[in-house]
């Protein structure tokens, strides 16, 4: 008892362990909206500050884009929804 109480904890994160049914595009969307107007913001800012802190929350931005899209893809598009939806 001893040992688990003082052992390292490990952090996991997943979208859902079912997996639940709830699958919306939207979240992706509005990440994708995220990231286009950072890359507007960024073009129209000379401030090397400004710049590099927008790049840093963009590729965070852009990587929830992926996360979202890729959850969509492997937890929702399976084989009966193509035999539905061809």
């Known amino acids: 008892m001893r040992v688990r109480l003082f052992a390292p904890t490990i952090e996991v994160q997943a979208h859902c362990d079912l997996p639940c049914g709830v699958y919306d595009p939207a979240q992706a969307r509005i990440e994708a909206q995220s990231v286009k107007a950072i ?25 929830l884009v ?8 492997t937890d929702y598009f399976k084989p009966p929804h193509f035999e539905k939806y061809p």
Do not use: M, T
């Not at 507007?40 to 990587?63: H, L, T, Y």
């Not at 992926?66 to 893809?73: A, E, P, Q, R, T």
């Open 39 to 63: 890359c507007e913001k960024v073009a129209g800012n000379d401030d090397p500050d400004f710049r590099s802190r927008a790049v840093i929350i963009k590729e965070q931005r852009s990587e």
């Open 66 to 73: 992926k996360h979202h899209l890729w959850v969509l893809w």
